[in-house]
């Protein structure tokens, strides 16, 4: 959800040296999205970890933006020896190592707004001039030549096991498109649900890729995709960011505040009943409806081609 924003940065202005601090992990997609000049990969917790932002010293930085709102960062900020560090104040909240805050309306209510709208009020607070970029970094994601349609599948949620949609609904789902290839994507850890949706569907057609794709061999398979099925995970704001057309199923999440934010095609689907602003079970969004979702888009699809 950043990504728009560091675009803008870039836009607003061309002549900063920007350097991206986040998990090594990160590193291929940061490279592929062209959002900076440099990368500084977080190193393991220890000692060491603390020495590597003390380090940072050596490159005098001039400004530290920090998108994160934890005094562990305001840490590493402040060992970096850059003396201008911005973050947002929220009320009620002290953030000590900052020397520039900026403080979000009053009336700013955090959960009925994008969490991009938060970013971007924060930096044009600060001088930024450009908007988000909202353009996916592929224009044309399709790069399946099969006709036989392919549809990725998202069913894990490692950090919250209520975002999942329950294993036997995506069987469900599966077996009412017995014509369509199915990629199962996910972490090591979310192989043991895409294994037991393998095993429980009657009619799998595809591949089981949880846990054995690094994040490029992750963005090429979502890019061959014709449409991404998923629950509310960082993998389907990837697939957004790479135009690929998705249905995003939120239960107890708020998809006001973290819905994809890339122009592409996005269906958000919730249970009957749900607010807006999340807070409903997964296990009562019907498989019916997202079958008769899936079949729309399926059917878009046909007509593009």
Known sequence: MALPLL???RQSRPDAELTLIGKAAFQDLVRAADVADHYFALPPRGLGYWRSFYSLR??????????TNSARGDL???LSGCRQRFGILRPGKRRLGLSHVYRPPPDFEENHHHQIELWEGFLRHFGLQA???LLPLSRDPRSNTESTPR??????SENMPAKRWPVASWCQLIDAFPDCRFLLFGTPGDRLITDQIVAGSKAFHGENLAGTTTLSEFITHLKSCDLLVCNDTGGMHLGNAWGVPLIGLFGPTNPVRTRPVFASPVDILQPPGCPSTGGGSLSDLPVEHVIAQIRNRLASVALRN
């Not at 549809?151 to 894990?156: E, K, M, R, V």
């Open 7 to 9: 675009r803008a940065i």
């Open 151 to 156: 549809i990725g599948l998202i069913a894990g």
């Open 76 to 78: 590493e900020a402040k």
């Open 131 to 133: 908007r988000p970029d």
């Open 58 to 67: 050596k490159r005098y930085p001039d400004l530290y933006v920090l998108f």
